[in-house]
């Protein structure tokens, strides 16, 4: 998902084949998720000069209950959606389905309400353009049990801290917390019944004891207008009994002893997109969506790479969301049983999304910059890159492998060369089989030129060798220890 030098961030209501825009503003370095329908960016003179995404089709608030089992709410009538478009200069309207979505208010809030507080940067790993932000909303906290949020939002984290792939890599995530206190502790009780709380959420959704919903338009009023950076929200709500339920938009979870299992289930739709891995009993349109889990039944899934490999835990399995789409094991991931970890497919498209919010830049800088580099007869360039952890460097001139080190690698201005030095960054977690976007992967040249050493003996006074003498001083380490070895 490349960074965008600004976007444009929609408050949508959808109904039907209608659309109308309830507020407008424009965000700089925003990501745009790949889901789909389109909506088409024009510019003065009507042509499309980008072109953005509409979240998926409506699917049910669901939980997954103590015994397995799954229960929802199908979402029906018009819904309230954000949306995250390109936005380059030049850009003018927007148009969805053959109509003009008319931007009155441009670059204003959609609420005019005052939210108690702000959001606290609570777990940071570098700036909100370039890493997945998650923001962690108080729901059915009054002002004196704020310490009580602190404690139950401690225990999730503490409970995401050994859950992977968020451990390994905890350094591409950022954690927000925001307390918004509410006028009465806990929650709604009944199917709709508003108890005073910040988001108005209740239990019994639809008739389903153990179905938290709460005021879509509050939650996302408030996000907008305080936390737009946020791509995932969650509410923990003050309830000790088992419930919640997962959305795109937002999740929530109770605070109970599940409810850290809960949370991590839940989580996964609002902040990743992942959906559930179980039948809501009813067949889904092939061709309404994609989803990195879920697949159509018949037709090739997103992980094909994890076929065929002698593992008996992946497959094609019969209930992924819909009856006639499929999952890749058999029940044992955390989108079918709270209690059980993310599969294989899970947690590689969660690492992938977690890499996906540096748009590429596994490197944060590198002296001297890309480019053109001369040394000199007797100098020495050292070319210094520093980097996100636990990446594998190979550093190569033309194609030539001179060292693994991180950090760093010393030339010296030996021998009239010229050619391509080469720095490769990746990941080479196993975790991760198929990276279609390249956003675990990058790759820094320079074009570098030395002198020819003049002189009887050459004036930079270095080894003359055949193939080495001019490598540098990481480089010649890495040969020398190679051959001891018995490398090539």
Same mark, same amino acid.
């Given at each position: ?17 209608? *659309? &109308?825009?309830?507020? *407008? ?66 850009? =003018? ?25 702000? $959001? %606290? ?14 923001? !962690? ?8 049990? %704020? ?56 239990? /019994? ?7 938290? #919903? @709460? ?22 709500? +003050? ?22 299992? =809960? ?29 990195? +889990? ?7 899934? $997103? ?16 209930? @992924?969301?819909?009856? +006639? ?7 044992? #991931?955390?989108?079918? +049983? ?7 497919? @899970? ?12 748009? /590429? ?23 210094? !890159? ?26 010296? /201005? @030996?021998? *009239? ?23 675990? &992967? ?10 020819? #050493? ?5 004036? #930079?006074?270095?080894? %003359? ?13 890495? !040969? ?9």
């Amino acid at each position: 998902m490349p960074l965008l030098a600004a976007s444009l961030r929609l408050a949508l209501v959808l109904d039907g084949t209608d *659309a &109308r825009v309830e507020a *407008a503003r424009v965000m700089p370095d925003e990501r745009v998720r790949d889901v789909p329908g389109e909506l088409r960016v024009r510019d003065a003179r009507g042509r499309v000069v980008a072109t953005g995404a509409l979240p998926p089709a409506p699917g049910p608030r669901s939980v997954i209950l103590e015994d397995g089992h799954a229960v929802g709410q199908l979402a029906t009538g018009p819904r309230r959606v954000r949306v995250t478009l390109p936005w380059p200069e030049g850009a =003018v309207t927007v148009d969805w389905a053959g109509q003009t979505l008319a931007l009155d208010g441009l670059g204003a809030s959609a609420s005019q309400a005052r939210w108690a507080g702000a $959001p %606290q940067l609570a777990f940071e790993s570098g700036p909100s353009s370039e890493r997945l932000d998650l923001l !962690v909303l108080a729901e059915g906290y009054t002002a004196a049990e %704020q310490a009580s949020f602190e404690e139950d939002y401690g225990r999730l984290v503490a409970h995401l801290a050994q859950t992977e792939p968020y451990d390994t890599y905890r350094h591409l995530l950022n954690v927000w917390t925001w307390f918004v206190p509410s006028s009465a502790t806990g929650i709604g009780a009944s199917d709709g019944v508003d108890a005073g709380t910040a988001f108005g959420c209740y239990r /019994g959704c639809d008739g389903i004891e153990r179905l938290v #919903c @709460c005021d879509e338009t509050r939650i996302l009023d408030a996000v907008a207008e305080a936390a737009p950076f946020a791509d995932g929200v969650l509410l923990l709500a +003050n309830d000790e009994g088992y419930g919640g339920s997962g959305g795109f938009d937002y999740a929530v979870a109770t605070t109970g002893i599940d409810g850290p299992q =809960v949370a991590t289930h839940e989580l996964a739709h609002s902040l990743v997109l992942l959906w559930d891995e179980y039948s809501y009993g009813y067949e889904g349109d092939p061709d309404a969506f994609i989803s990195p +889990n879920c697949a159509p039944a018949g037709r090739e899934p $997103p992980w094909t790479a994890w076929l065929g490999e002698g593992d008996p835990q992946i497959g094609t399995f019969p209930g @992924c969301s819909f009856s +006639n789409w499929v999952r890749p094991t058999q029940g044992g #991931c955390t989108m079918a +049983n709270v209690y059980a970890d993310f599969c294989p497919v @899970c947690r590689e498209h969660l690492v992938r999304s977690l890499y996906a919010g540096l748009g /590429g830049q596994l490197a944060a800088s590198a002296s001297p910059a890309e480019g053109r580099v001369r040394i000199r007869q007797g100098e020495t360039v050292r070319f210094e !890159v520093s980097a996100i952890e636990g990446l594998r460097w190979a550093w190569t001139f033309d194609g030539e492998l001179l060292s693994d080190a991180p950090g760093a690698l010393t030339l010296d /201005g @030996c021998g *009239a060369r010229r050619g391509t030095l080469t720095l490769t960054l990746d990941d080479p977690t196993d975790w991760v089989r198929s990276d279609p976007d390249g956003v675990m &992967r990058q790759t820094l040249q320079w074009d570098v030129r030395t002198d020819r #050493c003049e002189g009887d003996p050459p004036a #930079c006074g270095c080894d %003359q060798g055949p193939s080495a003498g001019w490598v540098g001083v990481a480089g010649l380490a890495f !040969v020398r220890r190679r051959r001891r070895e018995g490398g090539a």
